[in-house]
Nanobody, 122 residues
């Protein structure tokens, strides 16, 4: 199983970025794809997730109404559209996969991508 995240980079506060996560190596139809992030000196935290099947989404309160998760089944790709970015959104963003049920806990995700750094300057 491979998860390949990309799309991070520097951005000014108020700007936007779209992260991508390409999944390969198995069928993910019964999986939940999560986005989690880890800021310097902090624990990894849940950002949001999407069910491959059905497309239901869930978000942390801190990103609701600013971030949107979507998927393209044909491309086996999950996206994290981030708008109205704030300096506190600066972190390494990871995509991760968990079987069947969404979870806000990083430890419950069994598959991880390598992370992509997002740096938001004020």
């Amino acid at each position: 199983v491979q998860l390949q995240a990309s799309g991070g980079g520097p951005v000014q506060a108020g700007g936007s970025l779209r992260l991508s996560c390409v999944a390969s190596g198995r069928t993910f139809s019964r999986y939940v794809m999560g986005w989690l992030r880890q800021a310097p000196g902090k624990e990894r935290e849940f950002v949001g997730a999407i069910y491959w099947s059905g497309g239901s989404t869930y978000y942390a309160d801190s990103v609701k109404a600013r971030f949107t998760i979507s998927r393209d089944n044909a491309k086996n790709t999950v996206y994290l559209q981030m708008n109205s970015l704030r300096p506190e959104d600066t972190a390494v963003y990871y995509c991760a996969a968990r079987y069947q049920v969404v979870s806000p806990y990083a430890a419950e995700y069994g598959y991880w991508g390598q992370g992509t750094l997002v740096t938001v300057s004020s």
